[in-house]
């Protein structure tokens, strides 16, 4: 269980192909294809936050994590039955999540070196249980998406494809 916490993952099919992403010359150009599709999910649920009002009339605030790596899958439960992820992928992406500002997408190193283009300011780093300092990364440019023509276009891409 997440809690009140939401999980997207992205590239989850890699280990389905005939050879591994490491070895296929065009493995790098797969990872960076999945981590540009889960940024722009990223930037679209921070744009489609705004419009959500809490209680007290002011926009829902979402922190966002992100994080690359292998996982291990596996359905979990025999009466309720779960589709789990397990790793250290999960842990590290939950880490940029619950130490991450509201209303930004704070990412590793592993993240951000997919998506060089991206607009990316330090975070500082985060500490991380068995796994030691991690340095981190604020997406600036997910800062100002509201009314802007790229965040439509983002977020219609997001859920058309």
Aim: glycine content about 10%; proline content about 6%.
């Amino acid at each position: 269980t997440i809690g009140d916490a939401y999980m997207s993952v992205a590239g989850l099919n890699l280990k389905n192909e005939l050879v591994s992403p490491e070895e296929s010359p065009s493995g790098d150009m797969i990872r960076k294809f999945h981590a540009s599709r889960m940024i722009s999910f990223c930037k679209a649920m921070l744009d489609g936050a705004k419009s959500v009002l809490t209680p007290m009339d002011s926009p829902v605030e979402v922190r966002i994590g992100a994080h690359t790596g292998d996982v291990m899958t596996g359905v979990v439960g025999y009466k309720m039955p779960r589709f789990c992820l397990f790793g250290d992928t999960v842990n590290v992406a939950s880490r940029m999540e619950s130490t991450g500002k509201p209303c930004h997408i704070h990412a590793s190193d592993a993240t951000r070196d997919l998506a060089p283009n991206e607009d990316w300011e330090p975070s500082g780093g985060v500490h991380a249980k068995g796994i030691g300092n991690i340095p981190s990364w604020f997406l600036t440019s997910a800062r100002n998406l509201s009314g802007s023509s790229e965040s439509s276009h983002l977020n219609q891409q997001s859920w058309r494809n």
